[in-house]
């Protein structure tokens, strides 16, 4: 299985700011994707991050409210723009291995709060 | 539409009791199902995938089963325990033109009381 790490683990943010989420994966990976969780929902795609091209936006998110980046095959940032309260969420990253059947592996959350 | 229900959507049980979740869904095409356990402020944590063809897989006291043609699954706890309290979603990878994309089930809340 794949060892992933996301920093910060949690936050407290003001509206109308920004944070940046990091998520580091401990093997090269070419598909990494950004979920967010709302509390007592299930999971939903932001993005999909792969190394070397812009991300891929799903429906209802945009590049202006959720930057990423994808600078190499192990590390990719989300970034939380102009937060807003309805913002608060898990966020999560995950990572598709196709050697082992392309299951997908999450890392621990982010846990954000926008007062 | 590719949808997947899952039931119930809580569920509370006595330490060393049995429980069942239950999956539908219906997406199509199919190629396999997953079960994920998600404690609380986590990440989903892999339990089992099951192919098409695949009925039953155990995972030591996690059981899943499916039947692919009323598009069904369940998984079953054994003698649970109260690390067993979490979340448990059902989660279905998409083919064809919806390769890559995953659909997630809400959800069920497990809660075991001692």
């Known amino acids: 299985s794949a060892v992933i790490s996301q920093k910060p683990s949690r936050d407290i943010c003001q509206r109308g700011t920004s944070l940046t989420i990091q998520c580091q994966v401990d093997?090269?990976?070419?598909?990494m994707f950004w979920y967010r969780q709302q509390p007592g929902q299930s999971l939903t795609l932001i993005a999909t991050?792969?190394?070397?091209?812009?991300?891929?936006?799903e429906s209802g998110f945009v590049i202006d409210k959720f930057p990423i980046s994808r600078p190499n095959l192990t590390f990719s940032t989300l970034t939380v723009s102009n937060m807003s309260p309805e913002d608060s969420s898990i966020y999560l990253c995950?990572?598709?291995?196709?050697?082992?059947?392309?299951?997908?592996?999450f890392g621990p959350g982010t846990r954000l709060t926008v007062l | 539409k590719n949808q997947v229900e899952q039931s119930p959507q809580s569920l509370i049980i006595l330490e060393g009791k049995n429980c069942t979740l239950q999956?539908?869904?219906?997406?199509?095409?199919?190629?396999?199902l997953r079960w994920y356990k998600q404690d609380t402020g986590r990440g989903p944590v892999s339990l089992t995938i099951?192919?098409?063809?695949?009925n039953t897989k155990s995972n030591g006291r996690y059981t899943a089963t499916l039947d692919a043609d009323t598009k069904q699954s369940s998984l079953h706890i054994t003698a649970s325990q109260l690390s067993d309290s979490a979340s448990y979603i059902c989660?279905?990878?998409?083919?064809?033109?919806?390769?890559?994309?995953?659909?997630f089930g809400r959800g069920t809340q497990l809660t075991v009381w001692p």
């Open positions: 995950s990572v598709e291995f196709t050697r082992w059947g392309n299951e997908q592996f």
């Open positions: 989660v279905i990878p998409g083919r064809g033109s919806t390769l890559g994309r995953l659909y």
């Open positions: 991050a792969n190394q070397g091209s812009e991300a891929t936006y």
């Open positions: 093997s090269q990976v070419t598909m």
């Open positions: 999956c539908n869904y219906t997406v199509s095409p199919f190629s396999n």
């Open positions: 099951m192919t098409f063809s695949e």
